[in-house]
């Protein structure tokens, strides 16, 4: 959160859904940090639909069937890094949505989405 509160398009608020800090625009919320390891990342359905399979591939990202947000796990470095490049995906996203275009139907994925830690995901 400290790294992407030195872009100049977001600022701190509280998370919508009540639970976390929150990095938002002037416009939308963006980023909801619910815990030190999970963040759910407001994309939107076009991107999320641009990224599926991309997304899919990712042991780090958990989507919800119609939600415009994913769920990212933090768990190293390269997640965070994922998070970031993320973050930079979901801002242009926003700018190119119409002004008029409707609020998204569903809230963040908060308590929609079970992270399991990753050793216990591949013992499976």
């Given at each position: 959160m400290e790294r992407l509160l030195t872009w100049r398009d977001l600022s701190a608020?509280?998370?919508?859904?009540?639970?976390g800090q929150a990095l938002?625009?002037?416009?939308?919320?963006?980023?909801?940090?619910?815990s030190?390891?999970?963040?759910?990342?407001?994309l939107t359905h076009r991107a999320i639909q641009r990224f599926?399979?991309?997304?899919?591939?990712?042991?780090?990202?958990?989507?919800?069937?119609?939600?415009c947000w994913v769920t990212v796990h933090l768990d190293c470095d390269t997640d965070v890094d994922l998070l970031l490049s993320l973050v930079s995906v979901a801002l242009k996203a926003h700018q190119?949505?119409?002004p008029s275009?409707?609020?998204p139907p569903y809230g963040c994925n908060f308590h929609r989405v079970t992270v399991l830690p990753r050793d216990a995901a591949a013992g499976r």
């Amino acid at each position: 959160m400290e790294r992407l509160l030195t872009w100049r398009d977001l600022s701190a608020c509280p998370a919508g859904c009540g639970t976390g800090q929150a990095l938002r625009t002037a416009r939308d919320e963006i980023v909801h940090f619910h815990s030190a390891r999970s963040v759910d990342l407001h994309l939107t359905h076009r991107a999320i639909q641009r990224f599926h399979y991309d997304l899919g591939g990712s042991s780090a990202i958990r989507m919800v069937p119609g939600s415009c947000w994913v769920t990212v796990h933090l768990d190293c470095d390269t997640d965070v890094d994922l998070l970031l490049s993320l973050v930079s995906v979901a801002l242009k996203a926003h700018q190119n949505r119409p002004p008029s275009a409707p609020p998204p139907p569903y809230g963040c994925n908060f308590h929609r989405v079970t992270v399991l830690p990753r050793d216990a995901a591949a013992g499976r």
